[in-house]
């Protein structure tokens, strides 16, 4: 069966530093994958998105970048840290028609 | 781009009450999903509906797709304490806008006992 794996769980970081948040799915070959970043009490924003090896599609300008070097593997990156990055990071895998979601990552940034 | 609206933003219910929360959109949709995210979880798909006028049950769950398929709503009937979480509405967006899943700001339960 499919899992996704997203570390660390809690986060807590100073403005200006670097930041690196893994995303590993095992069972499923190509998926596509996502982040979304939830601020405390809100919605969920689509941040990127990915359909394969390389491919990445940003949907909003910001501190953040994203990279897949691997078939199952989607990392969320930032050089320098910012108050505003703050949230709960969640990665995704797409099942069809479904999102499955990772238990997501609490980042504190201050 | 395609955008999804949530009304109410929040909730609270007497436990054993009826209620009901709603998605609209300004442009047609090709499907409409919802999810459920419990406090300190991550989102969790419940349903997923493509047709107009659609209507799906889950226990005491009911999914309704508009039939201009611009608005659904989730009526949950005898409101219990395990229905507290937060509750999004989502929609995929046509092929040529890429392959993403938009979701609605979501309503946040509250159920007092």
Same mark, same amino acid.
């Given at each position: 069966?499919?899992t996704?794996?997203?570390w @660390?769980?809690?986060l807590?970081q @100073? ?7 893994e995303?590993?799915?095992?069972g ?8 979304y ?10 941040? *990127?998105?990915s359909v ?11 501190? $953040?970048?994203?990279s897949r070097?691997?078939?199952?593997? *989607?990392i969320?990156?930032?050089?320098k $840290?910012? $108050?505003?990055?703050s ?5 995704a895998?797409?099942?069809g028609?479904?999102? *499955? ?8 940034v $201050? | 781009? #395609?955008q ?5 933003q929040?909730q !609270?219910v007497?436990?054993g009450?009826?209620?009901? %929360?709603?998605?609209?959109?300004s %442009?047609t949709?090709?499907?409409? #999903?919802w999810?459920?995210?419990?406090p300190?979880? !991550? ?8 047709k ?11 999914? #309704? ?9 989730? !009526?949950?009937?005898? %409101? ?16 040529a806008?890429?392959n993403?899943? =938009?979701?609605?700001?979501? =309503? ?6």
């Amino acid at each position: 069966s499919q899992t996704i794996h997203q570390w @660390p769980a809690t986060l807590v970081q @100073p403005v200006g530093s670097p930041l690196s948040l893994e995303c590993t799915v095992e069972g499923t070959s190509n998926p596509n994958l996502y982040w979304y970043r939830q601020a405390a009490g809100r919605g969920l924003q689509l941040l *990127f998105y990915s359909v394969g090896i390389g491919q990445i599609s940003s949907e909003v300008p910001q501190n $953040l970048s994203a990279s897949r070097p691997q078939d199952r593997q *989607f990392i969320l990156s930032s050089k320098k $840290l910012l $108050l505003s990055d703050s949230g709960f990071y969640l990665c995704a895998w797409r099942g069809g028609e479904k999102l *499955f979601f990772g238990s997501g990552t609490q980042l504190s940034v $201050l | 781009g #395609q955008q999804v609206m949530q009304i109410p933003q929040y909730q !609270h219910v007497q436990e054993g009450e009826d209620f009901t %929360t709603y998605c609209n959109s300004s %442009t047609t949709l090709s499907n409409i #999903q919802w999810y459920k995210q419990r406090p300190g979880g !991550h989102p969790v798909f419940l349903i997923q509906l493509v047709k107009s006028g659609e209507v799906k049950k889950q226990k005491r769950l009911t999914f #309704q797709f508009g039939e201009a398929k611009k608005n659904s709503s989730l !009526h949950i009937t005898a %409101t219990q304490t395990t229905d507290v979480g937060t509750y999004f509405c989502a929609s995929w967006a046509i092929k040529a806008a890429g392959n993403k899943l =938009t979701f609605g700001g979501g =309503t946040r339960v509250l159920v007092k006992p």
